[in-house]
């Protein structure tokens, strides 16, 4: 079984987490530990998106506790999401959705240039809750 990682990368204000490897229940306290620490860091992030495309396992600790950091970060004033990649079914995401309702497709890697608006190319510069616009 591969050990979590967690790969952070910024853009503004707003922080992307690459998981990768096996969230299962012996797992998640060393993600949550890393997603913390990746957190806190200063300035705090307005936005946390959780790219789930690289997992290879997800469990319903992992669920949970995915669920209990958007709860958290948003009595901070942080927003999470999660993008999921192609492996999510929907059922998993149905599931997903009522524990971190922002779910949607991984986004693009990063080209260096701006969007049509001037923004990043994937919008996660921009990204909006689920069913709002």
Do not use: Y
């Amino acid at each position: 079984m591969p050990p979590i990682g967690v790969v952070e990368e910024r853009f503004g204000q707003a922080l992307l987490l690459r998981l990768t490897g096996d969230l299962d229940a012996a797992a998640v306290m060393d993600c949550i530990d890393a997603i913390r620490q990746a957190t806190a860091s200063a300035p705090p992030p307005r936005l946390v998106v959780l790219d789930l495309a690289g997992l290879d396992l997800l469990s319903a600790a992992g669920i949970h506790a995915f669920g209990r950091l958007a709860r958290l970060h948003a009595e901070c004033g942080v927003r999470t999401a999660i993008v999921n990649g192609e492996g999510l079914g929907p059922v998993l995401e149905q599931v997903l959705r009522r524990q971190v309702p922002e779910i949607g497709p991984a986004p693009d890697p990063p080209t260096g240039e701006p969007g049509p608006d001037g923004g990043r190319p994937d919008g996660l510069d921009r990204a909006t809750p689920t069913g709002q616009s």
